[in-house]
């Protein structure tokens, strides 16, 4: 819907981001696959590192192992791919936007697409958005502390103490882990450089 609309706000439409890569001699930013060295670069060792590290990567295997059978991991394949797909276009897609409308390049690339979302597009609108953006970052963040939570208490702390707690105790400090992790990653937060 946004990226639907958004042509709609665009000073130019999408005609006017066209010419701006036109003009500019950087029509293999609208390509799909973009140049040869973007290819070798970035979409091959993004295939390997899904083939071979998500498939027995700890994090990835935590929501697999909990399915009913392998038939509806594959269904849920099947729909995360257009999910992720659907997402990562409109994701580009806001990207080059941004960089044809020359107040927004001064920006950086860091908040040129932010800057267009909120300054371009309907307030209705941008909260649909950010609510988007916002469940999308809480299920990465899920994954990326649940994993390492449940892997401490069940693989390390009941192995090494031979705690014979119930499922329960376990749960929560499983939870007190979440809690601490996301401390952590906060306090990591503030230092992380600005580009």
């Keep these: 819907l946004t990226g639907l609309v958004l042509g709609g706000f665009l000073p130019n439409g999408w005609d006017g981001v066209q010419a701006y890569y036109e003009t500019t001699n950087q029509l293999d930013k609208l390509r799909v696959l973009g140049t040869p060295q973007v290819i070798l670069s970035f979409g091959i060792p993004t295939v390997l590192a899904v083939v071979f590290a998500q498939a027995i990567s700890q994090q990835g295997l935590q929501v697999a192992m909990a399915a009913k059978s ?10 995360a791919a257009f999910l992720n797909g659907a997402f990562t276009i409109f994701t580009v897609a806001i990207g ?7 107040e927004l390049q001064e920006l950086g690339p860091k908040s040129a697409g932010p800057a267009l979302i909120v300054n371009y597009l309907p307030d209705w609108l941008v909260i649909w958005l950010c609510a988007g953006f916002l469940g999308a970052l809480l299920s990465t963040f899920a994954t990326n502390v649940m994993a390492p939570a449940t892997l401490f208490v069940k693989d390390i702390y009941v192995s090494v103490t031979t705690s014979q707690e119930s499922e329960a105790q376990q749960a929560k400090k499983v939870r007190f882990m979440i809690l601490v992790l996301g401390i952590i990653a906060i306090g990591v937060s503030f230092f992380l450089p600005p580009m």
Aim: positive net charge; proline residues 6%; glycine residues 0%.
């Design 70 to 79: 392998e038939r509806v991991i594959f269904k849920s394949m099947i729909v």
């Design 96 to 102: 080059i936007a941004a960089a044809s409308i020359p």
